[in-house]
């Protein structure tokens, strides 16, 4: 609850009475129902795996790299998926430049367990050679603006970011068959990810000793909130991870009420996912055909013209 207590001090007495008053009343300060989502935009770099991610007020931008590196010993055909969570002053004068605090490990540890329980990314087709070459899959989210439910919104831009990397093709050469190969992009198409799902988390705030449920809480929300809980799930339904932190015990009756509002929401945020990612790699696929000649040497644009 760390974000809660170094903006708690932001709003007055009368303000955090305002919010948890109309919170009595069903009424939100932004205008929205206590169950209704803020609006998402989601954004893609030049390169490959880079997104940025809006939701409401807060911004995040997802990138995605990858190295050859030496497996761990007690997993040699898998590959690594590693998160990194980068807290800027400029999105939020709490946050502190040089170490990550107590939410930035909360929040790489929220998306890093949805993604690696429920093996939504799959990490043996990261094997180049057992035990000695695997891919290491490496997620740097960064906080651009801090308008509330951060989770969210960073765990929305690492897999719009996982699902428009490309890695290099590699191949085994040498004479013992032990070399490998990386080929640059101009000889060999890079690959994508193999992303069997995509685990969403969907955050809910709690107020008035858990009795006042919403989604989605903004940043003022989150300031006078007494507990927050994250649920990750899947369009199919199936439970990735809970997390629940700070306030009292929460009674089963409103986690599975949760988990019906998070199954719901989670099916039209992996839509537009998928909608935007399936944009993004047609503009990819149109740019490859203008850029690559024919086998006459003509130009696809110009036989066009």
Not at 25 to 32: A, K, L, P, V
Not at 37 to 52: L, T
Not at 243 to 257: A, F, H, L, N, T
Request: charged content about 25%.
């Amino acid at each position: 609850m760390e974000g809660r207590l170094a903006n708690s001090w932001r709003l007055t007495v009368n303000d955090k009475n305002f919010i948890k008053t109309a919170l009595l009343s069903e009424i939100r300060i932004d205008g929205r129902k206590p169950f209704e989502y803020r609006k998402i935009s989601i954004k893609f770099g030049r390169e490959d795996g880079s997104s940025e991610v809006q939701l409401g007020q807060t911004r995040v931008m997802g990138m995605v790299t990858a190295q050859l590196v030496q497996p761990y010993r007690d997993r040699p055909k898998e590959g690594i998926l590693s998160i990194f969570t980068e807290f800027s002053p400029m999105a939020d004068p709490s946050f502190e430049p040089g170490r990550p605090g107590e939410l930035a490990v909360e929040l790489g540890r929220i998306i890093d367990r949805g993604l690696r329980e429920s093996r939504a990314v799959d990490t043996e087709s990261l094997c180049i050679l057992a035990s000695k070459f695997v891919w290491a899959i490496r997620i740097d989210l960064h906080i651009l603006d801090n308008g509330g439910n951060l989770v969210d919104a960073a765990n929305i831009a690492a897999l719009a970011a996982l699902l428009t990397f490309r890695r290099p093709e590699c191949s085994l050469g040498g004479e013992d068959g032990q070399e490998v190969i990386v080929h640059p992009p101009e000889i060999r198409e890079p690959l994508p990810l193999t992303v069997h799902h995509l685990p969403i988390a969907i955050s809910f705030g709690f107020f008035s000793n858990e009795s006042i449920l919403v989604i989605d809480p903004t940043h003022n929300e989150e300031a006078v909130m007494g507990g927050r809980m994250t649920t990750t799930v899947n369009a199919n339904g199936d439970i990735c991870a809970i997390q629940k932190s700070g306030g009292e015990g929460v009674p089963q009756r409103v986690i599975m009420q949760c988990l019906q509002l998070a199954t719901s929401k989670a099916a039209s945020i992996t839509k537009q996912i998928k909608d935007a990612v399936e944009v993004v790699n047609t503009e990819r696929a149109l740019r490859k055909v203008k850029r690559h000649p024919t086998s006459t040497g003509v130009d696809v644009r110009e036989k066009q013209n």
